[in-house]
Structure formats: C-alpha cells, structure tokens
T-cell receptor, first 111, second 117 residues
C-alpha cells in the first residue's frame, strides 16, 4: 500500500526565515510526486510535479526536490502570504490514476 | 488555465435530504474526475473515480448507493449524497485530470462544505 508521511505537521517561521518541508513516501514504482498548496476552506492548488530522482522544480520562493525515498519543498525568504497547508501526493505505476495524499504541513509565516 | 469550478461551496440541510454537488472543468475537457472527502487535520480521502460515459469506480468502504456519481459530459461530474445524515457532514472536493497522460496533475475545485442538521 502506498504511503506518504509529511513532516513537520506544523511549522512557524518568521518572515524571511528559510526552511524545508519533508515528504517521505513508499510506493511500488513512482510515476509522479505532486506538491499542492491548500488555503483554509479551499481546494488544493497545484504547485509542482516531479517524476524522477534528482529532478528539481522552482516557482518564486518555492523549490521542490526529489530523491528515491523523499521529496523536499524548500521555502526561501518566505512571506506571510506563503502561509498555507502544503500537501504532498504520490502516484504509483500500474496504469491507475489514483494518487495518495499526505496529511500536509501547516505553515505559518509571521510578519 | 485548468480551472475547476465546484458548486455549491456551502450547504446546510436537514437530515434525510439529498444533496447534489456539481464539479465543472471550465477551460479543458476532463475524461476523468475524482471525488474526495476531507476531515479536519486529515488527508484527502479518495471516494471515487469518475470516468465520462461509464460507471464510477468507488473506493473500498464507500457506499455507492449513498454517494451517487454521474459523469455525463467531458466537463461535468456530479455527486449526490442521498438521504444525508449528520455523519455525512464533511468537506467534499472534486478534481479533474487535465490531459490524456495518466501522470498529469489533478486540478481541484474549491470544495463544498456540507452540514447536515
């Protein structure tokens, strides 16, 4: 069974204080790993897809990296508007489109 | 691009009522849509996968007669919660798969907060 574990569950940063969120996964052959951002009372907003170990993607202050066992979401010089819950999800090979989500990391950036 | 609209965003109704939730892909065609349920401080739990023109595939433990899914067009899927009871109160979110490749990201609607009194 595919599993996704995200840490920490919650993270509080000062504005400008860089940090990383972790997503550890167990999957029978990775087809894709996805990062989403979710604001309270809203649906997840797509950020990145990573397909193979060593791959990196960047968007503004966010950078996602992937190894064979985990992914990191690096946040550089965060701003209060980066406050949200960040979700990680994995999709296994096998011809089925289902993805498995982690619980997420709730990030709060304080001015 | 890749906008998914979900309606209504919030509904309160009496126990025993049936509630229909719509999920539309506004700027792309979605052969496959998904329905999730999310409880506070928990991950998104997949309820069913909806394919246009065919019966939905339900996850283990999800009552298909309770949660009716219809995907009659490439831009619309509906979830009907039949004879809803307080334990059905939750946050329901739909997503749509953009593109023919199965490893493309899902794009989500903004969810429906369902409260059964």
């Amino acid at each position: 069974e595919d599993q996704v574990t995200q840490s920490p569950e919650a993270l509080r940063l000062q504005e400008g204080e860089s940090s990383s969120l972790n997503c550890s996964y167990t999957v029978s052959g990775l087809r894709g790993l996805f990062w989403y951002r979710q604001d309270p009372g809203k649906g997840p907003e797509f950020l990145f897809t990573l397909y193979s170990a060593g791959e990196e993607k960047e968007k503004e202050r966010l950078k996602a990296t992937l190894t064979k066992k985990e992914s990191f979401l690096h946040i550089t010089a965060p701003k209060p508007e980066d406050s949200a819950t960040y979700l990680c999800a994995v999709q296994a090979r096998g011809g089925y489109q289902k993805v498995t989500f982690g619980i997420g990391t709730k990030l709060q950036v304080i001015p | 691009g890749a906008v998914v609209s979900q309606h209504p965003s919030w509904v309160i109704c009496k126990s025993g009522t049936s509630v229909k939730i719509e999920c539309r892909s506004l700027d792309f065609q979605a052969t496959t849509m998904f329905w999730y349920r999310q409880f506070p401080k928990q991950s998104l739990m997949l309820m069913a996968t909806s394919n246009e023109g065919s019966k939905a595939t339900y996850e283990q433990g999800v009552e298909k007669d309770k949660f009716l899914i219809n995907h009659a067009s490439l831009t619309l899927s509906t979830l009907t919660v039949t004879s809803a009871h307080p334990e059905d109160s939750s946050f329901y979110i739909c997503s749509a798969l953009q593109g023919p490749l199965s490893n493309q990201p899902q794009h989500f609607g903004d969810g429906t907060r369902l409260s059964i009194l």
